[in-house]
């Protein structure tokens, strides 16, 4: 499987290599930013995941491209920063980090609580709320941004217990989230009956499901949304290969696989944030450029559709 890492590797030295320059370059930009629908606070459109090589990097004892990571990106411009305590010792070892750079004040912290199935009723929501205490802890805050009900895991408890923490004004926004296409009636349901200000769902330009009604639903009830997996986690990049970007998406911006990935998501009115994950200070100023300049069209978006639906589809595993 072709990695992002891989892919620029093999092409260092060329195109790439000018691309990344243009990515630094780009920073010079201001970032794009989306309102939060139930408040008007405006945050940047492309934020930072902790999930998969992150949190891989965070349970080992050399934290230091992580410092470099977090570092690099508020020093850019990024806040938004997206973790769970499923993610590994992520919360723990981001807390810790930003606590450290004095950065802690800068980021917009979201996470997650879930913990269904531990026996039901209340020992479920003594779980949950031991659980949402060690986040406040691991992330050094009083008062956290926002934590959303990670893959809908008992959603009358755990978001009834997020719905008290908000009114008490220890969290300033609440949600649910899921990444499973199987669970998108249930989420559907939920955004209609609950008050939330955030869904975090999995949306890339192969995997467009949530815009037949999610995404659409999300705008009506005005909810926040933000986009895990632009990448699909890497089955995109192995997808597209040693393949150049194409020169006509030069026209809104786009020089990296990751900008056209990242633009084509944030192109949608409804996306609130786009959170890629990475563990290289490298990818920041590539992810971030994806968030800066101009945004593809629809008719634009229908192209590259066309154009990576004519690729070979990633080979599974």
Same mark, same amino acid.
């Given at each position: 499987m072709l990695t992002r890492r891989e892919w620029i590797n093999l092409t260092l030295g060329t195109s790439a290599a000018l691309a990344f320059d243009r990515a630094s370059l780009s920073a010079q930009q201001p970032m794009i930013m989306r309102a939060i629908? *139930? *408040?008007?606070? +405006?945050?940047? #459109?492309? $934020?930072? $995941? @902790? *999930? &998969?090589t992150f949190s891989q990097v965070a349970r080992g004892e050399d934290v230091t491209a992580l410092r470099e990571v977090l570092k690099a990106f508020t020093d850019q411009g990024g806040t938004v920063f997206d973790t769970a305590p @499923?993610? $590994? &010792? @992520?919360?723990e070892v981001s807390g810790r980090l930003a606590g450290e750079? $004095? #950065?802690?004040? +800068?980021?917009?912290?979201a996470t997650k609580v879930n913990v269904a199935g531990r026996g039901g009723g209340g020992a479920d929501a003594a779980a949950a709320r031991a659980q949402i205490e060690a986040s406040f802890t691991k992330l050094k805050k009083q008062k956290l941004d926002l934590i959303q009900v990670h893959n809908l895991g008992d959603v009358p408890t755990q978001l009834g217990i997020l719905k008290a923490l908000k009114q008490e004004g220890r969290v300033r926004y609440i949600g649910v989230t899921t990444t499973n296409e199987g669970q998108y009636a249930a989420l559907e349901t939920i955004m209609r009956n609950e008050p939330l200000d955030f869904i975090g769902i999995d949306y890339a330009i192969d995997n467009r499901e949530v815009e037949a009604t999610i995404l659409p639903l999300a705008q009506q009830r005005k909810i926040g949304v933000l986009v895990y997996v632009p990448f699909g986690r890497t089955r995109l990049f192995t997808r597209v290969g040693d393949r150049p970007v194409p020169d006509w998406a030069k026209a809104f911006g786009a020089t990296t696989w990751a900008q056209f990935f990242i633009k084509f998501v944030a192109a949608h009115p409804a996306v609130t944030v786009v959170t890629p994950a990475t *563990?290289?200070?490298?990818?920041?100023a590539d992810n971030l450029a994806g968030g800066r300049g101009t945004l593809p069209d629809e008719a634009t978006r229908t192209k590259m559709i066309a154009f990576v639906d004519g690729l070979p589809a990633a080979a599974a595993g």
């Amino acid at each position: 499987m072709l990695t992002r890492r891989e892919w620029i590797n093999l092409t260092l030295g060329t195109s790439a290599a000018l691309a990344f320059d243009r990515a630094s370059l780009s920073a010079q930009q201001p970032m794009i930013m989306r309102a939060i629908p *139930s *408040s008007g606070e +405006k945050v940047p #459109i492309v $934020g930072l $995941g @902790s *999930s &998969a090589t992150f949190s891989q990097v965070a349970r080992g004892e050399d934290v230091t491209a992580l410092r470099e990571v977090l570092k690099a990106f508020t020093d850019q411009g990024g806040t938004v920063f997206d973790t769970a305590p @499923s993610y $590994g &010792a @992520s919360e723990e070892v981001s807390g810790r980090l930003a606590g450290e750079l $004095g #950065i802690t004040d +800068k980021v917009f912290w979201a996470t997650k609580v879930n913990v269904a199935g531990r026996g039901g009723g209340g020992a479920d929501a003594a779980a949950a709320r031991a659980q949402i205490e060690a986040s406040f802890t691991k992330l050094k805050k009083q008062k956290l941004d926002l934590i959303q009900v990670h893959n809908l895991g008992d959603v009358p408890t755990q978001l009834g217990i997020l719905k008290a923490l908000k009114q008490e004004g220890r969290v300033r926004y609440i949600g649910v989230t899921t990444t499973n296409e199987g669970q998108y009636a249930a989420l559907e349901t939920i955004m209609r009956n609950e008050p939330l200000d955030f869904i975090g769902i999995d949306y890339a330009i192969d995997n467009r499901e949530v815009e037949a009604t999610i995404l659409p639903l999300a705008q009506q009830r005005k909810i926040g949304v933000l986009v895990y997996v632009p990448f699909g986690r890497t089955r995109l990049f192995t997808r597209v290969g040693d393949r150049p970007v194409p020169d006509w998406a030069k026209a809104f911006g786009a020089t990296t696989w990751a900008q056209f990935f990242i633009k084509f998501v944030a192109a949608h009115p409804a996306v609130t944030v786009v959170t890629p994950a990475t *563990s290289q200070a490298r990818h920041i100023a590539d992810n971030l450029a994806g968030g800066r300049g101009t945004l593809p069209d629809e008719a634009t978006r229908t192209k590259m559709i066309a154009f990576v639906d004519g690729l070979p589809a990633a080979a599974a595993g």
